[in-house]
């Protein structure tokens, strides 16, 4: 059982906009900011957004994240076929003293 | 190009230490953080642990603090895990990353990933 709670999957037909949730409490995203990776199968993970909504260098501006209280979104615009995968959240968990990931989301590409 | 790569043994005994190396090339490890993280057959990201490239300020999963060491080398700029006692739920692919340079202590570059598996 995650500590960050994300659906286990989720899918669009190309162009669509899809969003991904992930719910957790006060001590991990409520007071700290969240990132987002997506991890291609058979392929080591990849930082699509850090703190709660910015995206590194050469990430599209088809992937955008946000935050409110303690849940959080990663949402794709222009749907593409490239873009299934597995996407996971992540946050520093105060009362833990760790960083918790999301159980992940698998994204389909109809 | 930044490269990360992990190496060490792919099967280790039940109760024996797990060690690995994660090599660095193309960016310094030097002001950065770096971190372990493992993923098990078909199952979800794990956070290990991370370490201030100076050796300084370091967090570990408190499921596996008593059980897990990081190290940095700066001079080679390699970093290392030690897992003991390891079991048979602790077969994984190990992934060594460092941090982006813009996203504190979370993974911004990472390594392929190397499975390790517990097995006599």
């Known amino acids: 059982q995650s500590v960050l709670t994300q659906p286990p999957s989720a899918s669009g037909t190309p162009g669509q906009r899809v969003p991904i949730s992930c719910s957790g409490g006060?001590?991990?995203?409520?007071?700290?900011?969240v990132y987002w990776y997506q991890q291609v199968p058979g392929t080591a993970p990849k930082l699509l957004i850090y703190?709660?909504?910015q995206r590194p260098s050469g990430v599209p501006d088809r992937f955008s994240g946000s935050k409110s209280g303690t849940s959080a979104s990663l949402a794709i615009s222009g749907l593409r076929s490239e873009d299934e995968a597995d996407y996971y959240c992540?946050?520093?968990?105060?009362?833990?003293?760790?960083?918790?990931f999301g159980g992940g989301t698998k994204l389909t590409v109809l | 190009q930044v490269q990360l790569q992990e190496s060490g043994p792919g099967l280790v005994k039940p109760s024996e230490t797990l060690s690995l190396t994660c090599t660095v090339s193309?960016?310094?490890?030097?002001?950065?953080?770096v971190s372990w993280i493992r993923q098990p057959p078909g199952k979800g990201l794990e956070w290990i642990g991370y370490?201030?490239?100076?050796?300084?300020?370091?967090n570990y999963n408190p499921s596996l603090k008593s059980r897990v060491t990081i190290s940095v080398d700066r001079s080679q700029n390699q970093f290392f895990l030690n897992l003991y006692s390891v079991t048979a739920a602790d077969t994984a692919v190990y992934y060594c990353?460092?941090?982006?340079?813009?996203?504190?202590?979370?993974?911004?570059?990472w390594g392929q990933g190397i499975l390790v598996t517990v097995s006599s």
């Open positions: 990353a460092r941090d982006s340079g813009s996203s504190g202590y979370f993974p911004g570059y």
């Open positions: 193309g960016v310094s490890i030097t002001g950065h953080y």
């Open positions: 370490m201030y490239y100076s050796g300084g300020s370091a």
């Open positions: 006060i001590s991990n995203i409520g007071g700290n900011y």
């Open positions: 703190n709660n909504s």
């Open positions: 992540a946050a520093w968990d105060d009362s833990l003293s760790t960083v918790v």
